[in-house]
């Protein structure tokens, strides 16, 4: 390996922590510019982004002040590993308790691709005929999904409830609550701090753990688990066929599910694989030692692609539907200038107007290049940077935006009032809870950018750089909806803990020094 080489490899890793702050501060720099434009979209809060963004600073100040936590003289989170984990667990547990007042009060029938999934799984479960079987010959990703409904709502009949559905959204709160486990537990072997550890407990139980998306049984509620238990396993001291094993494992049912959770799956492969080329010249333990690694990650995606292929020729009528919508039609709807990302019934129309996927992949990769090469370079700037605004413009990931409510139970409880106050659009307090969120993202966003530019030589950091550089890219090219953010916020919570520890080591560092000078 010649110098150059060397040093480019060096110092790449830094390159990527360096990109993905400068993404992050570009991204905050749109939230307060496009906030007071015509195209704007503040889901709900009572202030602007602007007139936000200064609380947020506040925030972010009073953590990094909080270095007596942060910076003991006993950094470790506890002296004896075993306590932790069993507290975190034993809170985990009585906040799932917390989720099951939330799915019982704020739980409703959504309509779109939610209704379809609902109804197909329902009908599964009683051995009915399928009504809607066409559904999944146009949309055959969520096939796989509909399938693994229908055991709770199989249960659910076998048991006599007189609303089995009731367990959907049970077992998506049971997934959304083991991803704020997960993320902690991340935190706390990057971090070994118990002020770390706690921040992330208070996040993750923000934005993860009491999130209304534990109402609606979808994509994001059962797909946020696996790139952070996949992240977990990572971390973990297994030995790499073991691990490489399971991590396929994981990722390969989160993809099933939404295949966005591959984005994390992906970068991980680059990563390690950079990783290993630095450390060239190979010899022939090494490469041995490689194969055997892909070996296992192969062995544990094919479980994956038997159930997804099972599943569409179940739903759909065959493993690859020709009339399905593949990433083609995503792509080129990810391209319109007039929905900037959004849904397209021209588009839609469009794109099923082929009688083959060959010729339709063909025609919306045709128009997306058209529709690309049309815009000048300024047209282009402000096109992809208003879709960066719009996918992270929302504290709550545009929950109230993200699902129809097709029919809402009539519950008269004070519990079931009050909390439909705080999360549906209607409520009197939900302009509130829209402000505290918005408020508390935007120093989110914020502490990722100074993660990455403080905490640029930490080897971590680089891989999660390129997570959210991914995130981000799919958002830019493909349909943007902030609810794809929820997949990955475990990822933001972990970057911006990551942050909050950098500024306080920073502060410490300073009033050492002016201690000392003094």
């Known amino acids: 390996m010649n110098k150059h080489t060397s040093s480019f490899l060096e110092r790449f890793p830094s390159f990527l922590s360096i990109l993905a702050g400068v993404l992050f501060s570009l991204i905050l720099l749109l939230l307060i510019l496009f906030d007071s434009s015509p195209m704007s979209n503040r889901f709900g809060a009572l202030a ?19 270095k007596r936590v942060f910076y003991r ?44 999934v609902r109804i ?14 066409g559904y999944f010959t146009v949309c055959p990703n969520n096939a796989p999904l509909t399938l693994l409904l229908t055991v709770p709502y199989w249960i659910g009949l076998k048991l006599g409830m007189v609303e089995p559905y009731i367990l959907l959204p049970m077992c998506g709160a049971l997934c959304i609550n083991l991803a704020s486990l997960f993320t902690v537990l991340c935190v706390s072997r990057l971090t070994r ?19 209304p998306f534990v109402a609606v049984p979808y994509t994001d509620a059962f797909s946020i688990l696996f790139p952070v238990l996949s992240l977990f396993l990572w971390l973990s001291n297994l030995n790499s066929p073991v691990k490489w094993f399971l991590i396929a494992i994981s990722t390969a049912i989160g993809t099933a599910i939404k295949a966005s959770a591959a984005i994390f799956f992906l970068a991980l492969l680059l990563f390690s694989g950079f990783r290993r080329l630095s450390t060239l010249p190979w010899n022939r333990k090494t490469i041995s030692r490689l194969g055997l690694v892909l070996a296992t990650i192969a062995i544990g995606w094919i479980p994956n692609l038997i159930f997804q292929r ?19 039609h995503y792509l080129m ?14 588009d839609l129309e469009y794109s099923l107007s082929f009688p083959t996927l060959a010729e339709r992949e063909q025609a919306n990769y045709q128009r997306a ?18 879709k960066l605004y719009k996918a992270y413009n929302s504290g709550t990931f545009a929950w109230n935006g993200s699902f129809l409510q097709m029919e809402v139970p009539n519950r008269t409880d004070k519990l079931s009032l009050f909390l439909r106050s705080i999360y549906y659009s209607r409520g009197k307090h939900n302009a509130a809870f829209n402000t505290v969120y918005q408020t508390v993202w935007l120093a989110v966003l914020a502490l990722c950018a100074s993660a990455f530019f403080l905490g640029r030589r930490q080897p971590h950091l680089s891989l999660f750089a390129l997570v959210l550089l ?9 349909e943007c909806w902030p609810r794809y953010l929820f997949l990955y916020a475990p990822f933001y919570v972990i970057v911006a803990v990551l942050g909050m520890k950098e500024w306080s080591g920073r502060l410490q560092t300073v009033s050492r020094g002016s201690m000392s000078s003094s």
């Open 470 to 478: 991914g995130v981000s890219a799919y958002q830019i090219l493909f």
């Open 120 to 133: 197909t799984a329902m009908e599964l479960a009683q051995g009915h005929p399928l009504s809607i079987g």
């Open 369 to 386: 290049y058209e529709r690309l090469t049309s815009m000048s370079l300024p047209e282009a700037a402000e096109f992809f940077s208003f």
């Open 193 to 211: 701090n118990r002020g770390a550890t706690g921040l992330a407990f208070a996040l993750s139980t923000c934005f993860i753990l009491l999130s």
């Open 333 to 346: 709807i990810g391209l319109n200038q007039e929905s900037f990302g959004g849904h397209s019934q021209d």
């Open 310 to 328: 099972s599943a569409c020729t179940l739903l759909a009528g065959s493993p690859v539907p020709e009339a399905q919508l593949s990433m083609s």
């Open 48 to 66: 602007p982004n602007a007139a936000l963004f200064p609380f947020a600073v506040i925030l972010i100040v009073l953590g990094s002040l909080w």
């Open 73 to 116: 003289n006993n950094q470790l989170l506890f002296k004896n590993t075993r306590r932790p984990i069993f507290l975190l667990c034993s809170a985990h547990v009585i906040l799932f308790l917390v989720q099951w007042m939330l799915v019982r009060s704020l739980w409703f029938y959504a309509g779109w691709d939610p209704f379809c």
